[in-house]
């Protein structure tokens, strides 16, 4: 295997990692180069033995950055540590041991077996698990989304294949009739376009799972600069199989409705265009086909939610659209009938009532265009909130420096030194160290001894760096209680602290609790007088406790400085300025954290915004498959209207008020849909804060409306050109 037991590290030169163990060299972080002003083939002294710097290590499987730029590294062979003479008497030196166990319930077993001897030796651990639980939050939210986007392209696939189905249907009675005239019964009829259907459904299938496959082993490709592995795709059957009878499934089941009506083709409708296929009142055949598409969205739903609840939640949800937006189409059918604008100019009036004639298309196009702007305006709400989320502030003052263990006296000059190069004016915050001596005045050794207290033990243990300000930072929220503003609160002898939501509930406490604080063997009893929110992910000094200023104004403390030092004034030579001038002072660069995770944020929005394009093609084709369902009954329109004596563009105007209206209601009715289910599944599923862009939604309502129109004109443009002789003769044959 590689470093340890996997992955490669990374030098400049290439391969000089395999020789530092032979040779008495050293391998550096670059940022030694650049505080020390050094170069590859110069010497480096630590403590009594010299080396040579052959060259830097770039990259470590397993880091980001984060660990090097807080303490660039030095690297040499064990072999000669002693020589150093580093490790001696009032020397901290740390050490650590990796291993690598058959699975993670081996080294939860392991870590759990010796967990007193840890606890007694005061050695830390962690396993590769609890590394995986930190960074897996986004990762499952990604997961989440990403099966959000798969069922919502399966749903409008599975209505793109009963759109299509319809139309073919449409167009096949002729030939249905004839099948029944020559003596095929109902069933045969049947059997043969569910054939038909099954096997669009397999064409489908197959191209899926073969586009899967591309994609499978182009992945690694694209994430080859973040996975400190080596990644080898592999085909496997039984994930392929599934996706394979799940796609023919839905194809079927969604072609069951239209299917089911070449059962009610008449024999005579072979000669007589004008005969319609009989209608039942009470069909069980079509029952049972809404129940089995019913049960299909359920089990989809379900398989891929990360809850039974959710999924079912979520097809309740779709069953929920499906009626509003059914009430919404008889609304308006209803409405244009009542509130026909009499005075209005002809084709307004022509279009307004194509809402309401017989065989109109409100119904199914304000089902189509409803749903499909429901599930793309939906996909689109908890996309732009995840992405917002995941991604980092943008702008010119992201902070790209962090300067910390400022001293008192040290203050002034770096905030100088910074004001000079930063874009913006530095961030300068006290810490003041602290550990937990007793909460509601039971000693903390005592609240670590009693087994049946419920506050984790990491919590009490832990030293906290607390901050004292006097307003809040843009990371934070009050959520209860409320922020200090001079007045006297609580006790009033007390001194009031605000402390982070989440470790309140670990340590059991809430408003009006008091925690005594040890600070340097000082003791201080505060009263928590509010709990905070705070957005860890945005790059801000963000505290677990934050002071009222006048309580630790005199306590011992250090000073910690955020800076936008400008590309083109050399962040390293500000960073080996600060480290000259002030010797204690660490400069930490963060611009290469961010740019490693900004490269990482930007690979998945693309895989998000590449499945959200495949839904949106998806309801494009369920669209087009509702205009091209009345393309006949339009053609005879249209044909009347030039009869009568209207003219082309009069035609094509009344066609464009119909499908702008429609595409109004349609995308409204859709978008207040989408606004609801946006808001409910980025609270309750991904658990975050629901943000409503309104001019998106603005430009989604503006959009569906815009793509019905242009849909069903450009749809039909070849009928309004006919001459309405040759569509008489093709009707009288």
């Known amino acids: 295997g590689g470093f340890p037991f ?121 396993t590769a698990t609890e590394h995986e639980e930190n960074l897996s939050e986004w990762f499952e939210v990604l997961s989440r989304f990403l099966g959000l986007l798969g069922l919502t392209a399966l749903l409008l696939g599975g209505l793109a294949t009963g759109s299509a189905v319809h139309v073919f249907v449409r167009r096949k009675l002729q030939t249905v009739a004839m099948l029944r005239c020559v003596g ?8 043969i376009y569910l054939v038909l259907a099954a096997l669009m459904g397999l064409v489908g299938a197959a191209f899926g799972v073969a586009l899967g496959a591309v994609i499978q082993h182009g992945l690694p490709s694209v994430l ?67 129940v089995l598409i019913l049960a299909t969205v359920v089990a989809l739903a379900v398989s891929q939610a990360p809850a039974p609840v959710v999924g079912l939640v979520f097809a309740g949800a779709i069953g929920a659209t499906t009626v509003a937006l059914w009430v919404a189409a008889r609304i308006l059918t209803f409405g244009a009938r009542r509130l026909l604008p009499t005075r209005a100019p002809y084709v307004v009036r022509q279009g307004v009532a194509n809402l309401f004639r017989p065989h109109n298309q409100t119904t199914p196009v304000t089902l189509a265009v409803g749903f499909g702007v429901f599930l793309l305006g939906t996909v689109f709400l908890v996309q732009r909130n995840l992405l917002d989320r995941l991604a ?51 000693p903390a050794e005592e609240l670590l001894q009693d087994t049946t207290e419920s506050s984790p033990r990491w919590a009490l243990r832990r030293e906290y760096r607390n901050t004292y300000r006097d307003t809040l930072v843009p990371s934070e929220e009050i959520v209860a209680g409320r922020w200090w503003d001079g007045e006297s609160t609580g006790s009033g002898s007390l001194a009031r602290i605000s ?56 306590a011992p403390r250090t000073y910690v400085s955020l800076a936008n030092v400008p590309e083109d004034m050399g962040l390293a030579m500000v960073q080996r300025d600060l480290v000259t001038r002030y010797s204690n002072v660490s400069a930490l660069d963060v611009s290469t954290v961010q740019e490693t995770l900004q490269r990482l944020l930007e690979s998945v929005t693309l ?81 975050l804060d629901f943000r409503l862009p309104v001019l998106s939604v603005l430009a989604l309502v503006v959009t569906g409306v815009a793509a019905t129109a242009v849909v069903g004109l450009t749809g039909n443009r070849g009928l309004v050109r006919r001459p309405p002789l040759a569509v008489l003769r093709e009707v009288a044959e």
């Open 224 to 290: 080859a600069d973040f996975v400190p592995l080596d990644v080898e795709p592999r085909f496997r059957l039984v994930p392929a199989l599934a996706g394979f009878g799940i796609g023919i499934w839905v194809a079927v089941v969604f072609a069951l409705l239209p299917l089911l009506d070449v059962r009610n083709v008449s024999p005579l409708q072979a000669l007589r265009h004008a005969v319609e296929p009989a209608l039942q009142r009470h069909d069980a055949w079509k029952v049972a086909a809404h």
């Open 184 to 191: 095929a019964p109902q069933r045969t009829v049947f059997a």
């Open 499 to 554: 402390i982070e939501q989440e470790l309140a509930e670990e340590l059991a406490v809430g408003l009006g609790d008091r925690i005594t604080w040890d600070i340097q063997g000082v003791r201080i009893e505060t009263e928590i007088a509010s709990l905070r929110r705070v957005d860890w992910a945005r790059f801000e000094l963000n505290f677990f406790v934050v002071f009222e200023p006048v309580t630790l104004a005199a």
């Open 6 to 126: 996997y992955g490669a590290i990374v030098t400049t030169p290439a391969g000089r990692w395999d020789g530092l163990k032979a040779t008495r060299i050293a391998l550096v972080d670059p940022a030694v180069l650049v505080y020390l002003g050094i170069d590859r083939g110069d010497t480096v002294r630590l403590g009594d033995a010299a080396f040579l710097i052959d060259g830097t290590v770039d990259r470590v499987p397993g880091e980001i950055g984060l660990e090097a730029a807080i303490a660039p590294r030095v690297y040499i062979a064990e072999r000669f540590l002693d020589e150093t003479g580093l490790v001696r008497f009032g020397s901290l030196v740390r050490y650590a041991a990796l291993l690598a166990l058959p699975d993670a319930a081996a080294a939860e077993s392991f870590v759990d077996e010796h967990h007193d001897l840890f606890q007694r030796s005061r050695v830390g651990h962690s």
């Open 392 to 442: 980092f502030e943008s702008g010119s003052d992201r902070p790209n420096l962090v300067v910390f263990d400022i001293q008192s006296d040290q203050v002034e000059g770096v905030r100088e030194l910074l004001a000079g190069v930063s874009i913006a004016p530095p961030q300068v915050t006290p810490i003041v160290p602290a550990r937990i001596a007793a909460i509601n005045g039971r």
């Open 607 to 687: 895989v998000i915004r590449v499945m959200a394009l495949f839904s949106i093609g998806c309801g494009l084709v369920v669209l087009l498959g509702a205009v091209a369902t009345s393309r006949l009954q339009r053609l005879h329109e249209s044909i009347l209207l030039k009869t009568i004596g209207a003219r082309i563009p009069q035609v094509r105007s009344i066609l464009a008020v119909e499908y702008v209206t429609l595409g109004l209601l349609a995308s409204l009715a859709g978008t207040l849909l989408a606004v609801a289910g946006g808001w409910g599944a980025v609270t309750f599923l991904f658990r």
